[in-house]
């Protein structure tokens, strides 16, 4: 038996996806275990279709067993969501390997510089990039080229590479017995506008989504470009600009004190947000006028949606404090009875298991509650209240 596992958000599943899955079984996976964020993923959007179709998707199309990365790690940053996701995957007890995509494809430069970016070396160089005025991606690039050279820093512009190099970090900081692999990336570039063949990135599905639905299904699994029509059909696709005004409120509705507080709001920050909200009348003027070299579009999306989720720096600052499942099939189950007698997180699947764990337990699940209430504002018809607390494990 090996159980591999996968850190995915399927938004939505597409042919690149389904790839990477056939390829974990080529390199010997029996068993996989997939951590899949809820209803907001780390770009500061909602999903484009409600988790419980993305859980229903992935098992379709070969997934075992879905696990939940908790919305306050999973719109995070690349380091905060891979920690959160290292960290349940490591307290389930049974995983052998993670396996991610890789533009670069080579584990040991991915290793060289997870550990270089550890050092202190690397750190007093980035403080310094980050004084000059750097964004924090520009700055971290800077300083690796700086210590390492091109051959090493270029490993690190594009997203994928960036993120297995925070899921190597997360593993060597929790010293997990997970073994990292990495496979390349199939199709084009993470958010590229550019179809390869049968692959498209999840950007570009998710803009043909909106104007062009008939072009979808050649970039998709069968099975998933069903659960996908379905959801076109109900009128389950989301639109940030459904809840446009909420976000803007729950903006305008704050003190510089308070936004302080939102996770990755730091020097200053806060001051610059509310001069920004007194000249924007959408949500795409205030990231613009937010917007400056040292911070990126995905960060200020970030921030803004953690306002309107109400979540605060404290929280994400802990690691999660259970194992949700979302879905499973028979060989998921061989999984969660292993995982059993190894688990050293509370595992949980229904609401009630909630009541018998800690405050932060509960807080945390409170807070997936209330933001996929919210989310449910955000699909062009409106869904109701309360399915956190009512909705079944997937089991296929």
């Known amino acids: 038996m090996v159980i591999t596992s996968i850190i995915a958000e399927y938004n939505p599943f597409h042919n690149g ?79 052998d390997t993670l396996v991610f995509g890789s533009e670069n494809g080579d584990i040991s430069i991915l290793k060289t510089i997870a550990k270089m970016i550890d050092s202190d070396e690397f750190i007093t160089q980035l403080k310094l990039n980050l004084i000059k005025g750097m964004s924090f991606p520009k700055a971290r690039y800077e300083a690796l080229n700086t210590l390492c050279g091109n051959d090493i820093s270029s490993c690190i512009i594009n997203p994928n590479d960036i993120l297995a190099v ?31 063949g049968i692959f498209a990135s999840a950007s570009y599905i998710r803009s043909l989504i909106k104007n062009d639905p008939l072009k979808i299904q ?19 696709i989301s639109d940030i600009n459904l809840i446009e005004r909420a976000i803007m409120a729950s903006l305008r509705k704050m003190t510089a004190k308070q936004i302080a507080r939102i996770p990755d709001v730091s020097e200053g920050l806060e001051n610059r947000i509310i001069s920004a909200l007194k000249h ?22 970030r921030i803004c949606m953690s306002a309107f989720l109400q979540i605060n720096a404290a929280m994400s600052k802990n690691l999660p404090p259970y194992i ?36 932060f337990s509960q807080d945390v699940y409170n807070k997936e509650c209330m933001a996929s209430d919210l ?22």
């Open 17 to 95: 996806h389904l790839y990477q899955i056939k390829k974990v079984r080529e390199l010997g996976a029996t068993h996989i275990v997939c951590i899949m964020s809820g209803n907001f993923t780390q770009r500061g959007e909602p999903a484009i279709i409600p988790k419980h179709r993305r859980v229903l998707a992935a098992l379709e199309c070969g997934a075992d067993l879905v696990l939940e990365l908790p919305t306050i790690w999973a719109m995070s940053s690349a380091e905060n969501f891979a920690k959160g996701s290292v960290w349940i995957l490591s307290n389930l007890g049974c995983i």
């Open 166 to 196: 925070e899921y190597i970090r997360a593993l060597n900081r929790f010293s997990s017995s997970i073994s990292p692999q990495c496979i390349i990336r199939k199709g084009s570039g993470h958010d590229s506008q550019n179809p390869d």
């Open 218 to 236: 050649s970039f998709m699994p069968n099975k998933a470009f069903q659960i996908l029509s379905e959801c076109i059909k109900t009128g389950e």
């Open 280 to 301: 924007s009348q959408t949500i795409n003027e205030l990231y613009d006028n937010i917007k400056s070299k040292r911070y990126t579009h995905s960060r200020i999306r």
């Open 324 to 359: 949700r499942i979302l879905g499973t099939n028979n060989i998921g189950r061989e999984i969660l009875a292993i995982a059993g007698k190894k688990h050293t997180l509370p595992i949980i699947g229904r609401y009630s298991e909630i009541i018998s764990l800690d405050k």
């Open 375 to 396: 989310y449910g504002l955000a699909t062009n018809k409106i869904l109701p209240c309360g399915m956190e607390q009512t909705r079944k494990v997937i089991n296929i």
